[in-house]
């Protein structure tokens, strides 16, 4: 099974702040097809998950464009630009280059201070 | 509105059985995969099986954990998803939440989770 490794595990931002969660994988994400399979969820309290990033670095529907993904191969990064409040919570990243299983990271708690 | 709600959790002793399920509205069901996720308590999350379209033959994987006692599958007619858990553990207690599966076609099928449900709560104790 694909390893999905998040640091830091927790962070507190000031509001306005940047953040940014580093995921590495302990084999590639990029499949010979040319797409790297690689996602990026955040879970607010109390709530489901939802997708934030799709394939690295495209933003789902409706996530604010503070929210950005980027990397390659097995390094990757979350990044947000200006923090909000409403930006707390557990950010995942996620492989699906392999299934099964699908793997996420341990998650990455993000408070403000 | 894309919404998908889970139903069936509910507490039951060791080594019993709960199907759970989930209700699809808003898109067309049987034109996507489905999964299932699961958070324990104070957890991260945990992938648990999936069930391919019928158009990609309705094949089901699962995880290592649970191969073998859980089993999905699906009603198209119907628009749910359905998670036959058996021979529960107690490290089955968690959080099961319904996912809806995008797919990524460019040589071989790539799946990932776009919609969540709420989540239904599944509590394995005697």
């Known amino acids: 099974d694909i390893v999905m490794t998040q640091t830091p595990l927790s962070l507190s931002v000031t509001p306005g702040q940047p953040a940014s969660i580093s995921c590495k994988s302990s084999?590639?994400?990029?499949?010979?097809?040319?797409?790297?399979?690689l996602y990026w969820y955040l879970q607010k309290p109390g709530q489901s998950p939802q997708l934030l990033i799709y394939e690295v670095s495209n933003r789902f529907s409706g996530v604010p464009d503070r929210f950005s993904g980027s990397g390659s191969g097995t390094d990757f990064t979350l990044k947000i630009s200006r923090v909000e409040a409403e930006d707390v919570g557990v950010y995942y990243c996620m492989q699906s280059i392999q299934l099964p299983p699908y793997t996420f990271g341990q998650g990455t708690k993000l408070e403000i201070k | 509105e894309v919404q998908l709600v889970e139903s069936g959790g509910g507490l039951v002793q060791p080594g019993r059985s709960l199907r759970l399920s989930c209700t699809a509205s808003g898109f067309t069901f049987g034109d996507y995969a489905m999964s299932w996720v699961r958070q324990a308590p104070g957890k991260g999350l945990e992938w648990v099986g999936f069930i391919r379209s019928k158009a990609y033959g309705g094949t089901t994987e699962y995880a290592a954990s649970v191969k073998g006692r859980f089993t999905i599958s699906r009603d198209d007619s119907k628009s749910i998803a359905y998670l036959q858990m058996n021979s529960l553990k107690t490290e089955d207690t968690a959080v099961y939440y319904c996912?809806?599966?995008?797919?990524?076609?460019?040589?071989?099928?790539?799946?990932?989770?776009?919609?969540w449900g709420k989540g239904t709560t599944v509590t394995v104790s005697s």
């Open positions: 996912t809806r599966d995008d797919i990524v076609v460019v040589v071989a099928a790539h799946y990932y989770m776009d919609v």
């Open positions: 084999q590639s994400l990029l499949h010979s097809d040319g797409k790297t399979y």
